[in-house]
């Protein structure tokens, strides 16, 4: 008998969680400001939450642009000295009339086999 009663007041009150009438209107229009102050601020939260994330996140990109740009800066200053040596070492080679070319390939390494 007690078991009965128990189960139908739980299901009384799943099925007024289900239908909505666990919390009243009277309390909402009583505690409007409190519960309207509270929707707000989590809404707020949410969304700061929201900005500081998608901050961090440009951050972090701009941060790996900045690398790659370093890189890439890097790369085309070793390039522009490797041109202006070669530049510097060819100008005293004919200034000294020595009759020597840079030539357009490397050298090739030649092995003999031993067969």
């Known amino acids: 008998m007690k078991l009965k009663q128990a189960l139908r007041k ?3 009150g799943v099925r ?7 919390v009243s209107s009277k ?13 707000i601020a989590c809404v707020a939260f949410i969304a700061a939450r929201f900005e500081c994330a998608t901050d961090q996140n440009t951050i972090h990109s701009l941060k790996n ?3 790659v740009m370093s890189t890439e800066k890097q790369k ?4 522009y000295m490797t ?3 070669e530049s510097a070492m060819m100008h005293l080679v004919d200034s000294l009339n020595l009759g020597l070319t840079i030539p357009e390939a490397r050298p090739q390494v030649l092995a003999l086999d031993q067969d």
Request: charged content about 20%.
């Open 65 to 67: 642009q900045i690398n």
């Open 83 to 85: 041109l202006t040596r």
């Open 76 to 79: 085309e200053r070793s390039l």
């Open 27 to 39: 309390f909402f229009k009583r505690h409007f400001f409190a519960t309207s102050f509270t929707v």
């Open 10 to 12: 739980a299901g009384n």
């Open 16 to 22: 007024t969680l289900m239908q909505g009438d666990a």
